[in-house]
């Protein structure tokens, strides 16, 4: 079964980092883009980061921009999302999903699949 896990989160004070991985398995991430999105309480669900399936092009939200940093590795079937300078305002669970589309280089996220379960940031003093 093709799916991906997230894992990294937890619990940071504010201006702490956080590193959150996306571990595909049954698939291989090679030629997609990988997205970052997350979902606050009470909030309908955003789109963080997307990194492009040869890595050269990276989209952030304006909110995280200049903060977060996402990468790949694709030796190890994972993507990685480098959280910087973390607010209160960034809690969330953070989900990652690939698209689809051959040698895709963005991240809408009605095209989206294989959505993993999500883990949990809490920034909170």
């Known amino acids: 079964q093709s799916q991906f896990v997230e894992s990294g989160g937890g619990l940071v004070e504010p201006g702490g980092s956080l590193r959150l991985s996306c571990a595909a398995s049954?698939?291989?991430?090679?030629?997609?883009?990988i997205g970052w999105f997350r979902q606050a309480p009470g909030k309908e669900r955003e789109g963080v980061s997307c990194?492009?399936?040869?890595?050269?092009?990276?989209h952030y939200a304006n909110s995280v921009k200049g903060r977060f940093s996402i990468s790949r590795d694709n030796t190890k079937n994972t993507v990685y999302l480098q959280m910087n300078d973390l607010k209160p305002e960034d809690t969330a669970v953070y989900y990652c999903?690939?698209?689809?589309?051959?040698?895709?280089?963005?991240?809408?996220?009605?095209?989206?699949?294989?959505w993993g379960k999500g883990t949990l940031v809490t920034v909170s003093s």
């Open positions: 999903a690939v698209n689809p589309r051959y040698e895709s280089y963005s991240c809408p996220e009605y095209a989206m699949d294989h």
């Open positions: 049954g698939f291989t991430l090679d030629y997609y883009a």
């Open positions: 990194i492009s399936s040869s890595g050269n092009i990276r």
